[in-house]
């Protein structure tokens, strides 16, 4: 294959396992860090890779406002398809939960048990459902979440 990979992959999915020579750009950051490295790849073909394809498809229709002169591809399937065909990958010894699903194991658990004490202790805990839920919805609607934030310093999370 003669194609530069772009894996949009977070970052700590990155590290935990990735194609050899592939460029780092999270989705995240994909607007405003992939037009000047598109720029550096100017007559290379370019495939978007995360670990299903969903979020290299997002990454591939920001792309399209970058201009025209791209030849950019979405490896279907991701990483996981990448695996199946028996495709290497450079893989962490340590791994680790990946940061978000450390923050849906938290949250999901706060909730439950912010519900459980709402409804045994006092009606007041509901509150803390309710903290979790304007939480997630800010991390949706801008692209900021608080808790992964922190995560992402904790000792079990460096590389």
Same mark, same amino acid.
């Given at each position: 294959?003669?194609?530069?990979? @772009?894996? @949009? &992959?977070?970052?700590?999915?990155?590290?935990?396992?990735?194609?050899?020579?592939?460029?780092?750009? !999270?989705?995240?950051?994909?607007?405003?860090?992939?037009?000047?490295?598109? &720029?550096?790849?100017?007559?290379?073909?370019?495939?978007?890779?995360?670990?299903?394809?969903?979020?290299?498809?997002?990454?591939?229709?920001? #792309? $399209?406002?970058?201009?025209?002169?791209?030849?950019?591809?979405?490896?279907?399937?991701?990483?996981?398809?990448?695996?199946?065909?028996?495709?290497?990958?450079? #893989?962490?010894?340590?791994?680790?939960?990946?940061?978000?699903?450390?923050?849906?194991?938290?949250?999901?658990?706060?909730?439950? +048990?912010? $519900?459980?004490?709402?409804?045994?202790?006092?009606?007041?805990?509901?509150?803390? !459902?309710?903290?979790?839920?304007?939480?997630?919805? +800010?991390?949706? #609607?801008?692209?900021?979440?608080?808790?992964?934030?922190?995560?992402? &310093?904790?000792?079990?999370?460096? $590389?």
């Amino acid at each position: 294959m003669n194609a530069i990979i @772009v894996d @949009v &992959r977070e970052k700590d999915e990155f590290a935990a396992e990735h194609v050899k020579n592939s460029i780092h750009v !999270p989705l995240a950051d994909f607007s405003r860090q992939a037009p000047a490295i598109f &720029r550096a790849l100017s007559g290379k073909s370019i495939l978007l890779m995360c670990r299903s394809g969903k979020r290299a498809a997002l990454a591939a229709s920001q #792309a $399209a406002s970058f201009g025209d002169g791209i030849d950019l591809s979405v490896f279907q399937g991701g990483l996981t398809e990448w695996k199946h065909q028996g495709k290497p990958t450079l #893989a962490a010894d340590g791994t680790h939960l990946p940061i978000m699903r450390q923050v849906q194991l938290i949250a999901g658990g706060l909730v439950v +048990v912010g $519900a459980l004490l709402s409804y045994f202790v006092n009606p007041s805990f509901i509150i803390l !459902p309710g903290l979790v839920g304007a939480g997630l919805t +800010v991390a949706g #609607a801008f692209g900021f979440c608080g808790m992964a934030e922190v995560l992402a &310093r904790m000792p079990w999370n460096k $590389a």
